[in-house]
């Protein structure tokens, strides 16, 4: 029997790569034969890590596809040709109505993608979803099949490796350095980080807001961010770091005093767990799947105003005993989150569906 994972691009660095080239790992401890196929292969990736789809063939009835749904593809709806037994991980969608005013290409990719989700709402036979919240939208969309939670599996390790030594020594300068960690995108809000950072910088003039991740495909956007900070007079405090490499993250995450989330739609939201890995106190807009990913920690706001939102920060920046507890809840909760774990849920998951049974892990 197969187990193979099947995903339209296979992205260096992202979350659903890691994600998908992690569970390869386990499933291979697990003893299956497995492979990943996927339609775009990011050539920065080892040459044997993953086939092209049209290598995918001889596939029984008894082998198992693994489907990674997150964006727009017409793989989802030839997903039923294969005769296999099938589970889709699902990670979310973004909603299309977030792009509308800054990209077509966005917009369409994400209708298409909320189209392949309703197209294989009867077509799959179980699904795994990174948080709760991605279960109940499956269920509002009318999935009737089980479905499970399995956060996204992540390689700890790898944190562990040397930051930039150079950027780490560039904003060591005793500034204070807000971080907020994705891809520049409108359901992220940067320009709500940008004016909570506004209203903390008039507490705390010796501050910086670093906006790390890349504009790719959302150039539009980052211009009127980088012209709405220029208005706010702020421009040369915040920094817009574009796509980078892995030891520029660390170092920013090493660098960080406070990580500020003011998103307004999230599937998981790694940063959020790699916040708590680096001890980096979280303040984050209560939105979509936040709360799931924090499970009591941080600070979860229920109020994105920025002016309320920059005493928080000032907070938690000048009350020690508060950062420290904020700190403590955070390791707590990214026990849950440990490799080991989450290797552990997706084995017993898998493993019942395999067996066809069906059981609470």
Request: glycine share 6%.
């Amino acid at each position: 029997m197969r187990v193979v994972q099947l995903l339209p691009t296979l992205s260096f660095g992202d979350a659903i790569g890691n994600d998908t080239i992690a569970l390869r790992g386990v499933i291979r401890e697990m003893g299956y034969s497995t492979d990943i196929y996927a339609e775009n292969i990011d050539k920065r990736l080892p040459g044997d890590i993953a086939q092209t789809i049209d290598k995918l063939c001889n596939l029984s009835e008894d082998d198992v596809i693994i489907y990674h749904k997150s964006t727009g593809t017409d793989l989802s709806f030839h997903l039923e040709e294969f005769k296999s037994r099938r589970i889709m991980v699902y990670h979310n969608i973004t909603p299309p109505e977030f792009f509308r005013s800054y990209s077509i290409s966005a917009t369409q990719l994400t209708e298409l993608g909320y189209k392949g989700v309703d197209f294989l709402r009867d077509k799959v036979d179980y699904v795994m979803a990174d948080s709760a919240f991605n279960k109940g939208e499956l269920v509002k969309r009318g999935y009737t099949c089980p479905i499970d939670v399995r956060p996204i599996l992540i390689k700890f390790e790898d944190y562990k490796q040397a930051p930039d030594e150079a950027t780490v020594k560039k904003y060591s300068d005793g500034k204070k350095n807000l971080i907020f960690v994705g891809r520049i995108a409108p359901n992220k809000k940067q320009e709500n980080v940008i004016k909570a950072f506004y209203c903390y910088k008039k507490l705390n003039p010796e501050s910086r807001l670093i906006l790390v991740g890349s504009e790719r495909g959302m150039e539009n956007y980052q211009e009127r961010l980088v012209k709405y900070a220029k208005a706010l007079g702020i421009g040369d405090d915040v920094v817009f770091t574009g796509h980078i490499k892995f030891s520029e993250i660390l170092a920013y995450y090493h660098i960080a005093d406070v990580f500020v989330c003011m998103s307004e739609h999230e599937g998981f939201c790694v940063p959020l767990v790699e916040s708590m890995f680096f001890e980096i106190p979280i303040v984050a807009y209560d939105t979509s799947a936040i709360s799931d990913t924090l499970g009591g920690s941080g600070l979860l706001l229920d109020n994105n105003d920025p002016v309320f939102v920059a005493e928080v920060i000032n907070r938690v920046l000048k009350d020690e005993k508060l950062r420290e507890k904020i700190i403590e809840g955070q390791r707590r909760r990214l026990d849950d989150f440990s490799y080991e774990h989450v290797s552990d849920i997706f084995k017993k998951e898998l493993m019942n569906f395999i067996d066809g049974q069906k059981v609470d892990v």
